[in-house]
């Protein structure tokens, strides 16, 4: 059984998770930050709770803009039902369902083919989530002062520019990877159809990373979803009377969510929120103040997008087979069998 699959799973990850959460509060002692949540302000709450649909939206025009490099176009409106629920489900479920639901309905009403949706969701996940790591380290040791801002910024700008040299010079890592001789010991039916799926992959990356602007919009919209995310975290802090560096905030969320995706549980839950406690203790906020600030943030990120996930499911079921979930995960691994890759990066 994959590791991802396991930990996924109800009776696995809820103990881990509440285990987690509870030695959060034991140490932290939030029992006796009484005084702090009495003069509690609820306008940067509702500003925080606002910017997720902001995300649901990126989310869609992020998407679209993919989708269009692949040259299979389709319009923002559609997707922000599809991006919500697939983004939500899939840090629920096991063999990442949200995302095989998503690739049925662009096949289904769109025209969008099962290798195209998939390398999509692939470059939206792995993609946002190295930039996301590689820009929250670099900015929060330039914030500790252990790497001077100027080289910080280089090594930003050498993160957009170099995939595209990459690939320009022939080194494209998916290519490389279709031609390891791994036939025997998974099959050679299966490798081979791995291999068709590889190429496809390949083909729309090349297509993305070959064209400045989508590669440039592909980052500027992730970017936008980060800023998204840290403004939350802010506004949080705000409501309850804590100021924070934005670059310092940008620094611990982006690794405590790295964090929250390695280790595979379902939204990181325990784990990122260790980390983001411990961070936002090493940028100068008291222990009680970060466990709240945690917690919020943690209320007004996930809660508001959860809902959207189940509205946008009642929307979407109506167009689905008559056989729901299960009937679209069929007819999605009915042509891409072993092909199909697990989606379980979360953006």
């Not at 998770?17 to 029992?31: E, N, P, Y």
């Not at 930050?33 to 302000?41: K, N, Q, R, T, Y």
């Not at 939350?232 to 670059?247: E, I, S």
């Not at 508001?304 to 009642?314: D, K, R």
Request: aromatic share 8%; net charge positive; glycine share 12%.
């Amino acid at each position: 059984m994959r590791l991802a699959t396991w930990l996924r799973r109800p009776i696995v990850w809820l103990p881990i998770s509440i285990g987690l959460l509870a030695l959060l509060l034991w140490r932290s002692r939030l029992w006796e930050a009484g005084a702090a949540l009495e003069g509690l302000d609820p306008v940067p709450l509702l500003g925080a709770v606002l910017l997720s649909g902001v995300v649901a939206i990126l989310w869609a025009i992020r998407s679209s803009d993919l989708l269009a490099a692949a040259g299979r176009s389709v319009g923002v409106l559609p997707l922000v039902p599809m991006t919500t629920f697939a983004n939500t489900i899939n840090n629920l479920t096991p063999g990442s369902a949200g995302e095989i639901v998503r690739m049925y309905l662009l096949r289904a009403h769109h025209g969008v083919d099962y290798a195209t949706s998939g390398a999509v969701v692939l470059i939206e996940r792995i993609g946002a989530i190295g930039y996301l790591a590689s820009s929250a380290l670099l900015v929060w040791l330039a914030w500790l002062g252990a790497i001077p801002v100027v080289l910080a910024l280089v090594i930003s700008v050498a993160l957009v520019v170099v995939p595209g040299i990459v690939y320009r010079l022939g080194l494209r890592p998916v290519a490389i990877a279709r031609g390891i001789p791994v036939g025997r010991l998974v099959g050679e039916r299966r490798w081979a159809r791995v291999g068709d799926w590889l190429a496809r992959v390949d083909g729309t990356i090349a297509g993305l990373i070959g064209d400045p602007r989508h590669l440039l919009t592909f980052v500027v919209l992730s970017g936008g979803i980060f800023l998204a995310y840290d403004a939350q975290l802010l506004l949080v802090g705000r409501a309850l009377g804590v100021t924070l560096d934005p670059f310092a905030a940008w620094g611990a969320l982006g690794l405590a969510t790295t964090v929250g995706v390695l280790s595979l549980l379902p939204f990181g839950l325990g784990t990122t929120d260790l980390t983001l406690v411990a961070l936002l203790g090493a940028a100068g906020v008291p222990p009680i103040d970060a466990v709240a600030m945690t917690f919020g943030y943690r209320l007004v990120s996930t809660l508001p997008l959860s809902i959207g996930g189940i509205v946008s499911f009642a929307y979407l079921s109506a167009r689905l087979p008559a056989s729901g979930m299960g009937g679209a995960a069929q007819a999605v691994r009915a042509e891409l069998g072993d092909a199909i890759p697990d989606f379980a990066v979360d953006p």
